[in-house]
């Protein structure tokens, strides 16, 4: 297959986010600047620099695309302590240009990962911190990334009563369920790799609409499993299947869960460990589903990018590898 070259990032560059329903890139850099990379004409496959300013003082450590029913808007961490949310706007006669509609100043605390959820409630913001925390943002008025609400602040625990100490997290990896809004309630997965092993397993939290809380309603973990550290984790599309599927990755490999769709009564979900893939030589760094929630894409210290498939029968085997430059 013939390589083609799409995009030519300036020095320093340090993350990037592709949006999808767009086809732009943004892409974050070690001094702050933040940069805008679209296409040169609809029929090209060639992508040029369209917009670039200093977004922070620090390092730009994560991009994230607000969903494109809120408009064209990207949130970013920094290592200055801080997370903003930037929308591109039309101001009169001016050509299109981003702006900063919110500034999150977490003191001393530094945010490690934040993801976006839409669902009929409106748009949910979820950020976790180094010292175990989460955070639940929401949208107050649609049509303004400025306003936005703390709706919960919780640790990423199972049992609230028997937490203890406060954790030093390296990372952190968030995936909201990828459901229709009008399809299920608000739910996503986190994980933690941190010194304190009852804050790493991934957890599966969903909002109770009927006592308006979150609540944790599965820990993907098997009983020596339960503190391993969290280094990246994915929320599969569902097309139809009677579980969801959720792909964690660990020390140990990358461990495929399904996980059931109705609570029992004690309000948890059930689960079945159905695949540990092994291939990767070090630490995972990123899982992606394709869109029909059937192949899973991971990348990791290796410098390797592994497709993953399972058969008719449910057995997961390394579909292709390629090495990345």
Known sequence: MEEKLLVTMEKGAHCSSWNYSGQRMAVGSTD?????????????TSFSCTSQWKAHVGVICKIVWVPPEYGDGIACISGDGTLSVWEEVEEG???????????????????????????LMGLKLVVAFADGHVKIYELQDPL????????????NVMDFL?????????????????????????????????????FNSSKIWEFDETHQRWQPVAELALPGDEGDQVHALAWAPNIGRPYEVVA?????????????????????????????????DGEVWQLDWDMSGMTLATVGSD???????????????????????
């Open 32 to 44: 702050g600047t933040l940069s805008i990379y679209d296409s040169d004409d609809p029929t090209s």
């Open 93 to 119: 006669t001016q050509p299109l240009t981003w702006k900063l509609c919110k500034l999150f100043e977490f003191q001393e605390i530094q945010a490690l990962d934040l993801q976006f959820g839409n669902y």
């Open 144 to 155: 303004e990334l400025k306003r936005w609400q703390l709706q919960a602040e919780f640790q």
């Open 162 to 198: 028997a937490r203890s100490g406060k954790p030093s997290c390296v990372s952190a990896s968030i995936a909201w369920n990828p459901q229709k809004p009008q399809s299920q309630r608000a739910a996503f997965v986190l994980g933690f790799n941190s010194d304190l092993p009852q």
């Open 248 to 280: 964690v990755a660990t020390c140990k490999g990358i461990a495929i869960w399904h996980v059931g769709l109705n609570a029992d009564v004690d309000g948890r979900l059930s689960l079945k460990k159905v695949a540990l893939l092994s291939g990767h």
């Open 303 to 325: 410098r390797m990018v592994r497709l993953w498939q399972s058969n008719l029968n449910g057995v997961w085997d390394e579909q292709a590898s390629i090495e990345s430059n």
